[in-house]
T-cell receptor, first 114, second 116 residues
């Protein structure tokens, strides 16, 4: 089945540790996105990538890093510099990055840092 | 700046009632796209509909319908004869040009509770 997978679903880390969230898609989509969602709030864009080996910062990129070495993969690293990393992280993809194209989402990863 | 407002934080209705979720947007673009997504308790967002700014026809899909009114910058979503499975958070979003790329500007979401 085509879709977006994120792993793990729940992730627990100690403060000061970097952690990498996985996102894989087999939809052959060019564009991929990472969002953060806090309780009762909408989605905020962290990073996005329109094409392999290229990515841009979103609204809240500080304390995060990404890579896009393969079309199907867009991992997100939450670094120790991120002051409040506990949140729900959603990965999405779209066939292209244009305004016409809807985004499809993975199931999300709930990260808890204590 | 472009903006999407979903003024209703939470709506609670009894099953089989009709319910309308409001979405108001601001944009300077003449061509733009609006989207609705559903986020059930599992957390994964599900795409429901896309509407472009040149098409003001209302859209109906089963019990779902959408009313796009450019004159009032609104793109409202109505569920007819609601069911418990409709309980979710619903997001409205607007595409925005940032440099040469496009991003989605998201509303804060409306939590819909359908009581049996």
């Amino acid at each position: 089945d085509g879709g977006i997978t994120q792993s793990p679903k729940y992730l627990f880390r100690k403060e000061g540790q970097n952690v990498t969230l996985s996102c894989e898609q087999n939809l052959n989509h060019d564009a991929m996105y990472w969002y953060r969602q806090d309780p009762g709030q909408g989605l905020r864009l962290i990073y996005y990538s329109q094409i392999v080996n290229d990515f841009q910062k979103g609204d809240i990129a500080e304390g995060y890093s990404v890579s896009r070495e393969k079309k199907e993969s867009f991992p997100l690293t939450v670094t120790s510099a991120q002051k409040n990393p506990t949140a729900f992280y959603l990965c999405a993809s779209s066939s292209q990055g244009g305004r016409y194209h809807e985004q499809y989402f993975g199931p999300g990863t709930r990260l808890t840092v204590t | 700046a472009q903006k999407v407002t979903q003024a209703q934080t939470e709506i609670s209705v009894v099953e089989k009632e009709d319910v309308t979720l409001d979405c108001v947007y601001e944009t300077r673009d003449t061509t733009y796209y609006l989207f609705w997504y559903k986020q059930p308790p599992s957390g994964e967002l599900v795409f429901l509909i896309r509407r472009n700014s040149f098409d003001e026809q209302n859209e109906i899909s089963g019990r779902y319908s959408w009313n796009f009114q450019k004159s009032t910058s609104s793109f409202n979503f109505t569920i007819t004869a609601s069911q418990v499975v409709d309980s979710a958070v619903y997001f409205c979003a607007l595409s925005e040009a940032v440099d040469s790329n496009y991003q989605l500007i998201w509303g804060a979401g409306t939590k819909l509770i359908i009581k049996p």
